[in-house]
């Protein structure tokens, strides 16, 4: 069975901190896709990142870099020094080329 | 990317009424279409998976006579909300998938749906 946690259901922060978005992972497919996405108020998911199964190399984006580890099945986010047009639900999702699955989403609160 | 364009993006429609909402990709040709649920709050719930040509296949819990759904082209997928009722508000969101299994999967921008 597929499945995607997302343990840390709200987190707040001050401007300017780092802060971590945990997503763990369960699978038995072993070609998969694993996404970040964001969700701001006005509904629309917007593309992050996506990571192959087969790639563990970690990405930095900018403020954005991905942790990923199959050891652990975990695939974590990571923004450095946060603004306040971060705050917004993030949900970490896998594919399996049949179906997505989506964690339940972190609400991400970053205050001035 | 490639690119799903959903709409209407939002609909306030009187309860017993009918709603459509479609998803079209707009360069791509899409075999597969989801479509997914989201109540406040919460995470996306897939609802029906629909193949172009074919009927849609349901998830567990899904009235596929209230939520119909139709897959006639490779580029349009439409989701019909009948006898829409106010528990039925929600957000519905699209995605469409190129090549049929193992192509890469893109989101519309989701309609908001109030019955009042």
């Known amino acids: 069975a597929q499945k995607v946690t997302q343990a840390q259901t709200e987190i707040s922060v001050v401007e300017k901190e780092d802060v971590t978005l945990d997503c763990v992972y369960e699978t038995r497919d072993t070609t998969y896709y694993l996404f970040w996405y964001k969700q701001p108020p006005s509904g629309e998911l917007v593309f992050l990142i996506r990571?192959?199964?087969?790639?563990?190399q970690n990405e930095i984006s900018g403020r954005y870099s991905w942790n990923f580890q199959k050891s652990t099945s975990s695939f974590n986010f990571t923004i450095t020094a946060s603004q306040v047009v971060d705050s917004a639900v993030y949900f970490c999702a896998l594919d399996n080329f049949n179906k997505f699955y989506f964690g339940s989403g972190t609400k991400l609160n970053v205050k001035p | 990317g490639a690119v799903v364009s959903q709409h209407p993006s939002w609909v306030i429609c009187k309860s017993g009424t009918s709603v459509k909402i479609e998803c079209r990709s707009l360069?791509?040709?899409?075999?597969?279409m989801f479509w997914y649920r989201q109540f406040p709050k919460q995470s996306l719930m897939l609802m029906a998976t629909s193949n172009e040509g074919s009927k849609a296949t349901y998830e567990q819990g899904v009235e596929k006579d209230k939520f119909l759904i139709n897959h006639a082209s490779l580029t349009l997928s439409t989701l019909t909300v009948t006898s829409a009722h106010p528990e039925d508000s929600s957000f519905y969101i699209c995605s469409a998938r190129e090549f049929g299994t193992g192509g890469e999967a893109f989101f519309g921008q989701g309609t908001r749906l109030t019955v009042v």
């Open positions: 990571r192959n199964s087969f790639d563990e």
């Open positions: 360069d791509f040709q899409a075999t597969t």
